[in-house]
């Protein structure tokens, strides 16, 4: 009672000598405190709820569940009507005075921010992963407007004359609109800083949230991180916290870069030892009613940061006048870091009473509120505990508890928890600092901060691990906790005991398999070593869940027929490439890591908990799906198909921008049915198809997403990196992403995926076909066709000859080849002219493209050759290859252990619309007898003679692949070399 009663006390004594300034500004949160300071509304984020307390006693006046996790909730000015966003759930969900829901809206991914603008009666709302944002009518509750926004909007903040911030968390961009005209005013980089020092706070901002507008309305701040990504990880190095500001002077909105604060190891606030206290991961910001004050929530750490803030506006000519600070920025200082606050409970939102002293702050973990006393307004005031739990959010965690604490732990940078075995060193950062919320679409914004030469290093991840983290992921939970963060031990100056992976403490191993549920739950990463997700998360479907594909015939004949030959349709178990692939995968890396080969390539298999692909390679001739026709008519749809279905890629719901690695999300179960589809008889199928000609738009609908036509879609399987380790495999997204192929501003240029390698091809030229995608459908002029041609004519070659024609049409376009003599050097151009990515692209470390160069004297001798076979069928030396090499940490070629490769050894390939020049130097020249032939052609074979040798050990009866002649110039040179 004494803390309370002195808590009033000041509070009185600080609204009359300083009163707070009159603004009307608001920012996006997960807490509101109604008009009467009587009660605050929490949005409970994983607790899937929301909860109205007494601000006064703490007391839960009631909860009501509403979804996943409801991330922020705004409140219209009469507080007739509030609305919240469920972030997981992908729904804005309004509610009125009652509490009672009186409209849902759907969004697309992951709503996150929503904030009110009571002079234009709208909620504005932020859509994260697609970036979006949504305008939506306060009376009618409609949406008035989608505005399509630069990537990642986050959070929220209205000022007071109607300019409208958003936060791009991933890109550190702030954007800035009229709200009343929804223009765009200007767009705000925040910027990034380079030292030759790598433990200096440095690096590009990112993990932006909610941004907090100062009460006079002259600055935003915005707290962040910054990652350093230009060298491995290391103890307090790479990741660093921040917060931003920018000026809000009115057409002069700009950051205010000498005013960053940068809050490691720049901040003069000591800990009990005299040493520098360290922080981690801001996350949310509040002022003091008159602006002298900011409050931080150190969401890694667990702890509050107090800024004291000159009182000068931000406007003020006379700020120019300052002493510039040269590290903790300019116009604020950081006077106390309240360290004291609760263990394991990962606060949050923060919210201040402008009646009294009480700062309210929402812990994520303990999903609960903890109260404490800011200690007034002098200068020297500090932070205190009042209550460590002062409200009980959520009655009933939707969570286990094991789940609890893994996500808790995957937060944590808390030294002072779990002492002995802490999950991060000195404070310093969590699995979250760049693992934003779990493993998800943020994960593709890793590679693109990534600058590494990647001679030197291409793996962006983790070192030391061991097989992958397949074999024994929690030993490996141990070695990234300790060698990435600091933890177990790691950090010297804490004097512990460097813990052991392999004799961990049983406390420790209870602990890191708490970790392992929440990394392996349904929303991160259900099979660990591939990013595919299901509508069931860990749960397995049963086979007889996924549909033949001969069912799909009766209907789609014409597809049918150039899909069963394809190399999507015969990619697992009558691939002898991959089925020697994937059981040395096991082999070396343990029986789990199947299952990184399996989410792109057999992902009913690996859905259905099969632990390996079926090895089918008595069915390696089949031609048009023979053995699947057969299956349906003998077991009707019992006998479970693999490799890639008609339904794998026609019920995938969600791409995720990963990198690769099977990042999209497949639901069989959540789709309309008509009656009698799973039937096995002739009459029950016969019947279903006459319902479903009868009606076909649900089918349709069902089967067709709008994803489909964008190339981030096929990106999720044509990109690659191997797990943990984080060496980009294949990179052709990233490749079409940089080439002139993507030129969307300008249609006679732009070409996606599906415009070279599903469009038909005859004489050389995309020809689209004419025809019926439905058999007795509509008449189209471009079907697009299933055969998929790529570069691998081989394999689908062996079982239909128009399926090879397709795919050797489509590489007969992709390069221009051009010679000429120069004294005693032959130099041969080669122009990529045709493909959308690098060439050749995929695989590259398997395939082989080159140049065989001859040169003949006037009479037919021959002078110089280079790029003959050799008698064992393998390149010869000499040979001018474009390709890349990988090799390992010292420099020694990987070969078929692809997903060891940690170094580009060499990378030979042309980029799209580039031309690489190849020289070759020869003394017989100036010697020979004039007039010159020379012939130059472009080989090409989808694997070099010591894979297939390779391969062959297992299957003898796979014939060689042949050398393709893709391109060819042929041209006589006299004495001028004209």
């Avoid at 040979?879 to 252990?897: I, N, P, Q, S, T």
């Avoid at 074979?941 to 796979?958: E, F, G, N």
Wanted: aromatic share 10%; glycine share 6%.
């Amino acid at each position: 009672m004494k803390g309370f009663r002195y808590s009033i006390a000041a509070s009185l004594f600080f609204m009359v000598f300083f009163p707070t300034f009159a603004h009307s500004s608001t920012s996006s949160c997960a807490l509101y405190l109604t008009k009467d300071a009587n009660y605050i509304y929490s949005a409970n984020l994983d607790g899937g709820s929301i909860t109205k307390i007494d601000a006064q006693s703490g007391k839960k006046i009631f909860e009501k569940v509403l979804g996943e996790d409801i991330r922020r909730i705004a409140f219209k000015s009469d507080e007739s009507l509030y609305g919240v966003t469920d972030y997981m759930g992908n729904r804005v969900i309004f509610l009125d005075a009652d509490n009672r829901v009186v409209k849902e809206i759907k969004t697309k991914n992951r709503p996150h921010a929503i904030i009110h603008d009571k002079k234009n009666s709208s909620f504005f709302v932020s859509v994260f992963e697609d970036g979006e944002l949504l305008v939506i009518d306060d009376k009618t509750l409609e949406i008035k407007k989608t505005i399509k926004s630069l990537k990642t909007p986050r959070g929220l903040a209205l000022s007071d004359d109607g300019r409208l911030l958003v936060s791009h968390s991933m890109i550190g961009v702030v954007s800035i609109y009229d709200s009343k005209s929804l223009k765009l005013l200007k767009t705000i980089k925040l910027h990034s800083t380079q030292d030759k020092d790598e433990f200096v706070s440095q690096g590009v901002p990112r993990l932006l949230d909610d941004i907090e507008i100062k009460p006079d309305g002259s600055e935003a701040w915005l707290p962040h991180v910054l990652w350093n990504f230009d060298h491995p990880f290391q103890f307090q190095s790479t990741v660093f916290p921040a917060v931003s500001v920018i000026s809000l002077e009115k057409g002069q909105e700009k950051e205010l870069e000498l005013n960053r604060k940068h809050l490691f190891k720049s901040i003069n606030i000591l800990d009990n030892i005299n040493k520098t206290m360290i922080v981690s991961n801001p996350l949310d910001l509040a002022f003091s009613g008159d602006g002298a004050k900011a409050f931080v929530t150190l969401s890694g750490s667990e702890d509050i940061m107090v800024f004291g803030i000159e009182r000068s506006s931000g406007f003020s000519k006379k700020s120019r006048h300052r002493k510039k600070s040269k590290v903790s920025g300019s116009g604020a200082k950081a006077v106390h870091i309240f360290r004291a606050y609760p263990n394991n409970t990962n606060p949050r939102a923060i919210l201040l009473n402008p009646n009294n002293n009480n700062i309210y702050v929402q812990n994520a973990s303990r999903l609960d509120m903890t109260l404490l006393d800011n200690g007034g307004s002098h200068p020297f005031a500090r932070v205190t505990m009042l209550k460590d739990s002062f409200a009980k959010l959520v009655e009933n965690d939707p969570l286990s508890k094991e789940m609890r604490e893994g996500k808790t732990l995957f937060n944590n940078a808390n030294t002072n928890t779990n002492k002995t075995t802490p999950m991060s060193g000195d404070f310093w950062m969590s699995c979250n600092s760049c693992h934003f919320e779990g493993f998800n679409f943020t994960n593709g914004f890793l590679f693109e901060d990534s600058v590494y030469d990647k001679s030197k290093r291409a793996n962006i991840g983790h070192d030391n691990i061991k097989n992958f983290l397949a074999k024994e992921p929690l030993k490996n939970y141990v070695i990234i906790a300790r060698d990435t963060q600091g933890g177990m031990g790691a950090d010297k100056k804490a004097n512990l005991q460097l813990v052991n992976p392999d004799n961990m403490p049983k406390e420790l191993e209870q602990k890191m398999q708490s970790l392992h549920s929440y990394i392996t739950s349904k929303e991160n990463l259900p099979y660990l070593s591939t990013w595919i997700k299901t509508d069931r998360g860990n749960e397995s479907y049963h086979p007889e869940d996924w549909t033949n594909s001969a069912k799909c015939k009766s209907c789609h004949s014409d597809i049918f027929e150039q899909w069963a030959d394809s190399n999507h349709k015969n990619l697992v178990g009558t691939n002898p490439y991959y089925l020697v692939l994937e059981n040395l995968a096991a082999k070396t890396e343990g029986e789990e890591f199947r299952k990184w080969c399996m989410g792109c390539h057999n992902p009913s298999a690996l859905t259905s908990g099969v632990a390996k692909t079926t090895d089918t390679m008595n069915k390696f001739f089949d031609k048009g799906a023979k053995s699947l026709v057969e299956s349906l008519d003998i077991h009707g749809n019992k006998e479970l198909e693999e490799g890639v279905s008609c339904i794998t890629c026609h019920r995938i719901v969600k791409v995720e921008d990963t990198g690769g690695n099977a990042g999209y999300t497949v639901d069989i179960d959540n789709r309309e049915k008509y009656r009698f589809e799973d039937s096995d008889s002739k009459l029950g199928q016969w019947l279903s198809h006459r319902l479903i000609n009868s009606k076909p738009k649900i089918h349709a609908q069902s089967y067709m997403k709008p994803v489909y036509k964008e190339p981030v879609y096929c990106a999720s399987c044509h990109d690659e990196f191997s797990p943990a380790l984080g060496s980009k495999i294949v990179s052709t997204f990233k490749e079409w992403q940089e080439s002139p192929f993507n030129n969307p501003d300008d249609s006679s240029k732009h070409k996606t995926c599906i415009d070279c390698h599903m469009t038909y091809m005859k004489d050389g030229k995309f020809a689209p076909q004419i025809g019926h995608s439905t058999d007795g459908g509509k008449l189209k002029k471009d079907v697009k066709v299933h055969y998929f041609a790529g570069s691998n004519h081989f394999l689908s070659g062996l079982k239909n000859k128009e399926h090879e024609d397709q795919t050797l049409q489509l590489l007969k376009t992709s390069a221009k080849l051009d010679v000429s003599v120069e004294g005693d050097e032959i130099r041969v151009g080669v122009t990529n002219v045709g493909a959308g990515h690098h060439l050749p692209t995929g695989v590259a470390d398997f395939r082989e493209l080159w140049l065989e160069v001859s040169v003949k004297d006037a009479k037919g001798k021959t002078l110089f050759e280079s790029g003959k076979l050799k008698a064992d069928g393998n390149l010869g030396e000499d040979a001018r290859v474009f390709m890349k090499v990988f090799g390992d940490d010292e420099g020694k070629k990987v070969d078929l252990l692809f997903w060891k490769y940690t170094k580009m050894l060499s990378d030979t390939r042309i980029p799209a619309g580039k031309r690489r020049e190849e020289v070759y130097k020869t003394d017989v020249l100036s010697k020979a007898e004039y007039p010159l032939h020379v012939g130059v052609k472009l080989n090409f074979r989808v694997y070099p003679q010591w894979v297939t040798d390779a391969v062959k050990k297992s299957y003898p009866q796979l014939p060689n692949p042949q050398v393709i002649e893709i391109g060819r110039v042929e041209k006589k040179f006299n004495g001028d070399n004209k």
